[in-house]
């Protein structure tokens, strides 16, 4: 029994992820050889981000947090802390696979599903704006009164040419943006290798990654070992950065394009 | 019968109301009701089935807005059960905030989690699993599991299991929840009541304000009370507002299983 997300890309199950012509032709050396992500922003949009962690090697170039009056959000410039160590995690990951690139860091916690989902929102809406090629979601909004909204938002970032990649939610009922077509939707295999990703044919979750035992950056300059969806979507977002500098102006179906053209073969057992 | 003994009827149902709703108030007031009961059994699986030391349950309090453990299970577990932490602290309030299961373990000999309730339950976890309680209709708690027996670290599977314990315990509090509402939605509506004065016979239309008052207070934290205050009223409509009120429900019917169609589609599983 795996979470109805991982299933399809671990174990034996894994198999039945065939591949089709042309995909699997292109080489990762062509999708994103030779770059480090330098010239782009990365949003993390989580708990914060922890701008001192080595992990995050001094790449922290701005961080807000959602202040909410009422119905009213505010973004508020952050001096660049995680309370929880979750933000900084999903950072430090993205860090190691695209060091070039810049990262921005918007922290949404909130109390209850509606706080949430507005600061949610509003954290959306400033990475789109401040310029980010990659948003990394970990973390997504079961409130039904925000749903168009969330849509508008997530078309909104396609259109800019601005990539959402959100990590698919294990719980029952509505997620968003996390199960949009526009959003590279990720789950984690069982795998524990961070340079391995596959692609399901089979939606809403395109991809797994690496999101079993990983060895992250935590608060308070720490690290530890954790397990989830939330930890295999930064692994994607570092992959799709590289694509994204290597191939500058692509857009977000090119990038899923070569994400999945570049994902590993299922029938390879490793 | 005469008008008289009626009237006299109904002056005893309605004390015998009084007390059973009396009672049935009390009891659900004590922690030992049924939910509870349920919730720790689902605890006790939890710590069976994952062969953990520990597991445990946290639910929100919205008056306060903190997350209250409610229930325990295994030895190190008990400690915590009353403990209150902020719904936005911590490993479990992430998980509540963001609604993504998680599995955390040491990575160095100073586990970055679980501090502040480890020092006020003694026992420090090396390893954890935070899931959060919640449907369709919002997140409302988180499941903790610690430490697996063999002491291993938590892997996907385990993980899987923590979130089928938690759907159970989303449903039994779900359902505790109308209960506890049921009651108290009796017991306000009879204080209103009560507190008219008796000599006034009571129209139809009061009695139905009157509880729809009632019913009104609830519908703040649980939208199927509105929806049930409603569904209720229509049938004081007259025949011609009856049939309005059918054609309206019937597109709304239609329109709802549109969009079912198109989010099963998407949600596919």
Same mark, same amino acid.
């Given at each position: 029994?795996?979470?109805?997300?991982?299933?399809?890309?671990?174990?034996?199950?894994?198999?039945?992820?065939a591949?089709?012509?042309?995909?699997?032709?292109?080489?990762?050396?062509?999708?994103?050889?030779?770059?480090?992500?330098?010239?782009?922003?990365?949003?993390?949009?989580d708990?914060?981000?922890?701008?001192?962690?080595?992990?995050?090697?001094?790449?922290?170039?701005?961080? /807000?947090?959602?202040?909410?009056?009422? !119905?009213?959000?505010?973004?508020?410039?952050?001096?660049?802390?995680?309370?929880?160590?979750?933000?900084?995690?999903?950072?430090?990951?993205?860090?190691?696979?695209?060091?070039?690139?810049?990262?921005?860091? $918007?922290?949404? #916690?909130?109390?209850?599903?509606? $706080?949430?989902?507005?600061?949610?929102?509003?954290?959306?809406?400033?990475?789109?704006?401040?310029?980010?090629?990659?948003?990394?979601?970990?973390?997504?909004?079961?409130?039904?009164?925000?749903?168009?909204d969330?849509?508008?938002? $997530?078309?909104?970032? *396609?259109?800019?040419?601005?990539?959402?990649? +959100?990590?698919?939610?294990?719980?029952?009922?509505?997620?968003?943006?996390?199960?949009f077509a526009? /959003?590279?939707?990720?789950?984690?295999?069982?795998?524990? &290798?961070?340079?391995?990703?596959? *692609?399901?044919?089979?939606?809403?979750?395109?991809?797994? =990654?690496?999101?079993l035992?990983? &060895?992250?950056?935590?608060?308070?300059?720490?690290?530890?070992?954790?397990?989830?969806?939330?930890? $295999?979507?930064?692994?994607? +977002?570092?992959?799709?950065?590289?694509?994204?500098?290597?191939?500058? @102006?692509?857009?977000?179906?090119?990038?899923? =394009?070569? #994400?999945?053209?570049?994902?590993?073969?299922?029938?390879?057992?490793? | 019968?005469?008008r008289?003994?009626?009237?006299?009827?109904?002056?005893?149902?309605?004390?015998?109301?009084?007390?059973? /709703? @009396?009672?049935?108030?009390?009891?659900?007031?004590?922690?030992?009701?049924?939910?509870?009961?349920?919730?720790?059994?689902?605890?006790?699986?939890?710590?069976?089935?994952?062969?953990?030391? =520990?597991?445990?349950?946290?639910?929100?309090?919205?008056? %306060?807005?903190?997350?209250?453990?409610?229930? =325990?299970?295994?030895e190190?577990?008990?400690?915590?059960?009353?403990?209150?932490?902020?719904?936005?602290?911590?490993?479990?309030?992430?998980v509540?905030?963001?609604?993504?299961?998680?599995?955390?373990?040491?990575? !160095?000999?100073?586990?970055?989690?679980?501090?502040?309730?480890?020092?006020?339950?003694? *026992?420090?976890?090396?390893?954890?699993?935070?899931?959060?309680?919640?449907?369709?209709?919002?997140t409302?708690?988180? #499941?903790?599991?610690?430490?697996?027996? !063999?002491?291993?670290?938590? &892997?996907?599977?385990?993980?899987?299991?923590?979130?089928?314990?938690a759907?159970?315990?989303?449903?039994?509090?779900?359902?505790?929840?109308?209960?506890?509402?049921?009651?108290?939605?009796?017991?306000?509506?009879?204080?209103?009541?009560?507190?008219? !004065?008796?000599?006034?016979?009571?129209?139809?239309?009061?009695?139905?304000?009157?509880?729809?008052?009632?019913?009104?207070?609830?519908?703040?934290?649980?939208?199927?009370?509105?929806?049930?205050?409603?569904?209720?009223?229509?049938?004081?409509?007259?025949?011609?507002?009856?049939? #309005?009120?059918?054609?309206?429900?019937?597109?709304l019917?239609?329109? %709802?299983?549109?969009?079912? %169609?198109?989010?099963?589609?998407?949600?596919?599983?």
């Amino acid at each position: 029994m795996l979470p109805a997300w991982s299933e399809p890309f671990s174990g034996p199950a894994r198999a039945r992820l065939a591949r089709q012509r042309p995909f699997g032709t292109v080489a990762r050396a062509e999708a994103f050889g030779g770059t480090d992500g330098s010239g782009l922003r990365v949003a993390v949009v989580d708990s914060g981000v922890e701008a001192t962690h080595p992990a995050v090697g001094g790449r922290l170039v701005e961080s /807000v947090r959602v202040e909410l009056s009422g !119905d009213d959000a505010a973004i508020v410039v952050d001096e660049g802390t995680d309370v929880v160590g979750h933000g900084t995690a999903a950072a430090g990951i993205i860090h190691a696979i695209a060091p070039g690139a810049e990262l921005l860091s $918007a922290r949404v #916690l909130g109390p209850d599903n509606r $706080a949430k989902g507005l600061a949610f929102l509003a954290a959306l809406e400033w990475a789109i704006e401040t310029g980010a090629s990659v948003v990394n979601l970990s973390l997504s909004s079961k409130s039904e009164a925000l749903y168009a909204d969330f849509h508008a938002l $997530a078309d909104r970032a *396609y259109f800019s040419n601005v990539l959402l990649v +959100s990590a698919a939610n294990n719980v029952p009922g509505p997620s968003y943006p996390s199960l949009f077509a526009a /959003v590279v939707s990720v789950a984690a295999h069982d795998v524990r &290798d961070p340079e391995v990703w596959f *692609y399901n044919p089979s939606p809403p979750v395109e991809f797994g =990654a690496c999101g079993l035992d990983v &060895d992250v950056a935590w608060r308070g300059g720490g690290r530890m070992r954790v397990t989830g969806n939330s930890f $295999a979507a930064p692994h994607l +977002s570092g992959i799709a950065t590289l694509i994204r500098a290597r191939h500058r @102006g692509i857009s977000p179906f090119e990038t899923k =394009a070569l #994400l999945a053209a570049t994902a590993d073969d299922p029938g390879e057992s490793r | 019968m005469s008008r008289g003994g009626a009237d006299a009827d109904v002056g005893s149902a309605l004390l015998v109301l009084r007390g059973v /709703v @009396g009672r049935l108030a009390a009891a659900t007031r004590l922690e030992s009701g049924t939910g509870t009961i349920v919730l720790r059994s689902v605890v006790q699986a939890a710590v069976a089935l994952i062969r953990a030391e =520990a597991a445990s349950i946290a639910l929100l309090d919205p008056a %306060t807005g903190r997350l209250v453990f409610r229930v =325990a299970a295994g030895e190190q577990g008990d400690a915590v059960v009353g403990l209150a932490i902020g719904s936005d602290e911590g490993v479990a309030g992430y998980v509540f905030s963001s609604g993504q299961p998680l599995a955390l373990g040491e990575a !160095d000999a100073d586990p970055r989690f679980g501090r502040g309730a480890a020092e006020q339950t003694g *026992y420090v976890p090396r390893s954890l699993i935070a899931v959060p309680l919640g449907d369709d209709s919002g997140t409302i708690g988180v #499941l903790e599991v610690l430490d697996r027996r !063999d002491g291993e670290p938590f &892997d996907l599977r385990d993980l899987e299991a923590a979130t089928v314990f938690a759907r159970q315990a989303t449903a039994a509090i779900r359902a505790t929840q109308l209960d506890r509402d049921a009651a108290s939605l009796l017991a306000s509506a009879l204080a209103s009541l009560a507190a008219l !004065d008796e000599g006034q016979p009571l129209s139809a239309t009061d009695t139905a304000a009157l509880v729809s008052a009632a019913t009104s207070e609830l519908s703040a934290s649980d939208p199927t009370w509105a929806l049930a205050d409603a569904i209720s009223r229509i049938r004081d409509a007259d025949p011609g507002q009856l049939e #309005l009120v059918l054609d309206i429900l019937d597109s709304l019917a239609r329109s %709802t299983e549109r969009r079912a %169609t198109t989010r099963r589609r998407v949600g596919r599983r």
